[in-house]
């Protein structure tokens, strides 16, 4: 069998999958909420059963129960993507959203310049600055998520 991607990357789905069961509240739990059986749900997490994963149907559910994408976030992780969680909001004004976006931003640019102003960032400043990013990621996609979705005329009103 050909495989597109490393071993790894099909370990950490099986990882993923086991730690979805656990947080899901066990195999029993996962078997009621779900479209399959207890002997499934342990062989899509078996490391030793290669060619076992879990439909997407059954990731879906699960990931639900589990209140947590795992096994979706490993899937972007081994194609180079990463998950940000996007508020579902009433459309708002455009203007308001642009406005965070701009002052997380500027958040970002000033922890970055603060931490590059010696030999190189501290763990802590690194952590801020993903932090940053991630507000700002999210506050784009959001309001990208208002453009594409909402009518105009829930964008704010023009002068």
């Known amino acids: ?36 059986g207890i002997a499934s749900i342990s062989g899509y997490g078996a490391q030793h059963m290669a060619d076992s994963f879990p439909p997407a ?23 180079g993507f990463s998950l940000i969680p996007v508020e579902t909001r009433d459309s708002g004004d455009l203007a308001a959203h642009l406005v965070e976006i701009s002052r997380g931003a500027a958040q970002l640019f000033a922890d970055s310049a603060f931490a590059l ?12 600055i993903a932090r940053d990013l991630d507000v700002v990621a999210r506050a784009a996609l959001e309001t990208r998520q208002l453009v594409t979705d909402a009518p105009p005329r829930h964008w704010g009103s023009r002068r």
């Open 1 to 36: 069998m050909i495989r597109q991607h490393a071993p790894s990357a099909y370990a950490s789905l099986k990882s993923a999958w086991k730690v979805l069961v656990g947080r899901a509240g066990g195999v029993e739990a996962l078997a009621a909420g779900t479209r399959v």
């Open 57 to 79: 149907d059954v990731v879906l559910d699960a990931e639900l129960l589990a209140e947590e994408p795992l096994v979706t976030a490993a899937l972007a992780r081994a194609q």
């Open 117 to 128: 102003r010696g030999p190189g960032p501290t763990a802590e400043e690194r952590d801020r």
